[in-house]
């Protein structure tokens, strides 16, 4: 038997308070996932110390997980102590979400366009937490793009195509999404779309109807709201803390209001890289099927979550087609190369294909030939390990930084993820003075007035980190630190 290797990581959690051995619960968890079609016949399974450090479980557990499954004829093992899912099992029809499930589906016309700010010389930018352009892997880049033209025809990639993108990076991704983030989808899940901002912009599309009502958090991603209100949506706010979206708060919203949509950032929050709690995640999905109202998930920079455990999309506990889920590769490769993907029922991925043939026709066939070859060689995952450690270095620089130079002025807590961190001035007053002097000191700063909607505005700051270097990291907070003191002069 040729040797396969599974190249992302299957993550699973087990069901808190359960009175079942762990070792039971192991079982009856695989055998969930075999029969829900998320572990094919003959796909290999992590090895037992992999899946033991996943779970946080000693190894013989994991060891006596796989022997009662292998007892079962669940799974196989093969030579060099290599473990299968049975090839002798029928094939699942993996369908995990129904094609009829969502609610209705209007049209929508509206346009909108959206500044572009170009950088200046000489300005340390932190940015809304943009990634280095300068650790974009040319040379593998250019040689995925040179296998992609040279097997062009075989591919069918210079022609024209599925508007929702095309199947082997659909599968590439679905393969991804499965075993990395718990999500039951197939390809016709999927849809292509060039950056997470279009994937949003369809989502308002077909959801939206001029006069509905769509939720954002109080602080969020000005392009995401911006694109419900092209659509024609009334934007409405729920309030934030440190726990994430109030779903209470929302609760009480729908019982007077009929909400259409729901758009949250529940991984790293934006822009306050809070992380939503399980807690409020499971009651977000029962407000949306109570209430009758999709959830868009912006899933951005999941790759980029710095704590050992685990935190699965809203959409993995998706069971009744509420979340549509949007995700990019443009960070984790390069934001030119504008590959996202949308994730939802196949009756909303058919209508994100008509409106794609509207505008566009369909995406960069050959972009996304490139990226599919990227995944399935398995040079993206070693990409973003990379890009991994040199951001990990740089927020762990920015923390010590601030805590050594600004730590009288600001209050913060070190994000569990992303690229970006949120601080809050201890004084409020000095926030307007400290605008105007660091564009004298030539740091650019992005204050909480760009990311709200009404008031009271906290004066905080969102300084992202990744498009820097640790020297840039540094000047720029002695930049910062000379800004908050000439302020106090001002």
Known sequence: ???KVRLWDFKFELAPGSRLPVFMQIVQKIIEEIQAGRLAPSSPMPSSRQLASNLSVNRKTVIMAYEELIAQGWLSSAARSQTFVSPDLPASAVNPVPANAASRLPSARATAAAAFVPPQDGVIHFSDGMPDTRLIPHSIIAR???HSLLHADKNHCLGYGDPRGMFTLRSSISDMLNMERGLYVTPDNICIVRGSQMGIFLAARVLVQPGDHVVTESLTYPPARDAFRSCGARILS???DEHGLKVDELEQLCKTI?????????HHQFPTTVTMTAERRLKLLMLAETYDFHIIEDDYDHEFHFTNHPILPLASNDRQSRVIYVGSLSKVLAPALRIG??????SVIERCGREILLIDRQGNSVTEQTVSGLINSGELRHHIRKTFKIYSERRNTLQRLIHEHLAHEVDFRQPVGGLAFWVLLREERKMASLLEQAKRHKVGLLPATNFAMGQPVPAALRLGFGNLDIEEIRIG???LQQA????QTA
């Open 1 to 3: 038997m040729v040797k």
């Open 144 to 146: 995925a793009f040179r």
């Open 238 to 240: 729920v309030g934030l």
């Open 258 to 266: 009929a909400i259409r949509a729901v758009y949250v950032t529940p």
């Open 341 to 346: 993907y949308l994730v939802a029922s196949d």
């Open 477 to 479: 907070v002695m930049r």
């Open 484 to 487: 908050l003191e000439a302020s």
